[in-house]
């Protein structure tokens, strides 16, 4: 019965995740190939575009977010609007947050925890509130 219960649970977490990519593309965000994201990430697109690369992980409790709601009452002439680009084979660790205006390099990896303000170049390990680059991968 628990070899039933395992398969079970494994292919129905699949499928729900394969639902929530559905969900997400019908939304406008652009999802490349063989992508794993979260149940419990959450995409805002209310003003601006998202793009996801081939191969990426998003974990959980990561919060992407395309606009700057506030921005209007800062700066009317602002619309608040912006893009995120994550590139292929990037990795963003648990809790990370990325915030509108910002595009992440091919095979990067974004700790867990982290506040991404600004571009991330490629082949790099960045973590930290701002993230910063810690590490570049070889």
Known sequence: MSKLGRWLLHYLGNLLRWFKICYLRFLGIKIGKNCMI?????????????????????????IIVSHDASAMHIHPEDDGEGSVVIGNNVYIGVGSIILRNVTIGDNSVIGAGSVVLKDIPENVVAAGNPARTVKTIS
């Open 38 to 62: 979260s149940l419990r990430s959450k995409f805002d697109t209310r003003r601006g575009t998202i793009v996801v690369g081939n191969n990426c992980t998003i974990t959980y409790g990561c």
